[in-house]
């Protein structure tokens, strides 16, 4: 008979404990999936950053090579600006003997 009596708020007490255990393992299970849901969305942002890092790097150097050829025909440029100087100040040193000459000649006809 006490057998009976303790067996009966043992089972009790064995139901209360297995459903206990069942919402625990709902629980888990949901935190689980929750917790693996935010990973999902954290892989594929992570994911879509590296693609977009990558193609930055890409435009990246492609605008240093730019930035070389840009800086070569500036340079360049400046050659060619300083050749050219030089050349009308030549220019501009033979029309100024010339007109000297052309004065000379002009006394020596007058």
């Given amino acids: 008979m ?19 255990a069942e919402e625990v393992k ?9 917790i693996r849901e935010k ?7 992570r994911k879509e950053v590296i693609s977009e890092i990558g193609k930055k790097k890409v435009e990246l150097k492609n605008c240093e090579k730019n930035r070389v050829k ?22 501009n040193d033979q029309k100024k003997k010339l007109e000297d000459k052309g004065i000379e000649c002009k006394e020596k006809v007058s």
Wanted: no cysteine; aromatic share 4%.
């Fill in 70 to 91: 840009a800086e070569e025909k500036l340079k360049g440029a400046i050659a060619e600006v300083g050749r050219l100087e030089k050349e009308m100040m030549d220019m």
């Fill in 39 to 45: 990973l999902d969305e954290y892989l594929k942002v």
């Fill in 2 to 20: 006490e057998l009976e009596k303790a067996e009966k708020p043992f089972s009790e007490i064995q139901e209360k404990v297995d459903e206990l």
């Fill in 26 to 34: 709902l629980l888990q299970r949901d935190k689980k999936n929750e």
